[in-house]
């Protein structure tokens, strides 16, 4: 089984930092993409950041220049580490990766973590 478990969220001022963790466990044979997704009260689930098993990364427009997606392939963990934020930035945020299980599986799955809160006063 694979989970992906979530940590980092919390409470913090305009203009301020946080960074987000993200530690895929389980039986694990590849990862393709690492992903953060952001889901605002009353708005849909949006890509913030993404990185390829090659290192490519894709941001969002709103946070290009505030936010850096890293990748730890050793450790399996991805990192979103978020600066200059705004409160147009809260929202709980969500990792996401495409996983192979085994080697002979076809193409790799979509797994989801739980969701940490991230809230930015003004």
């Known amino acids: 089984q694979v989970q992906l478990v979530e940590s980092g969220g919390g409470l913090v001022q305009a203009g301020g930092s946080l960074r987000l963790s993200c530690a895929a466990v389980?039986?694990?044979?590849?990862?393709?993409?690492m992903a953060w997704y952001r889901q605002a009260p009353g708005k849909q689930r949006e890509l913030v950041a993404l990185?390829?098993?090659?290192?490519?990364?894709t941001y969002a427009d709103s946070v290009k220049g505030r936010f850096a997606i890293i990748r730890d392939n050793a450790k399996k963990t991805t990192y979103l580490q978020m600066s200059s934020l705004k409160p147009e930035d809260t929202a709980v945020y969500y990792c996401?990766?495409?996983?192979?299980?085994?080697?002979?599986?076809?193409?790799?799955?979509?797994?989801w973590g739980q969701g940490t809160q991230v809230t930015v006063s003004s």
């Open positions: 996401n990766a495409r996983i192979r299980r085994t080697w002979y599986e076809s193409s790799p799955s979509d797994y």
């Open positions: 389980g039986s694990i044979f590849s990862i393709n993409v």
């Open positions: 990185i390829t098993d090659g290192a490519t990364t």
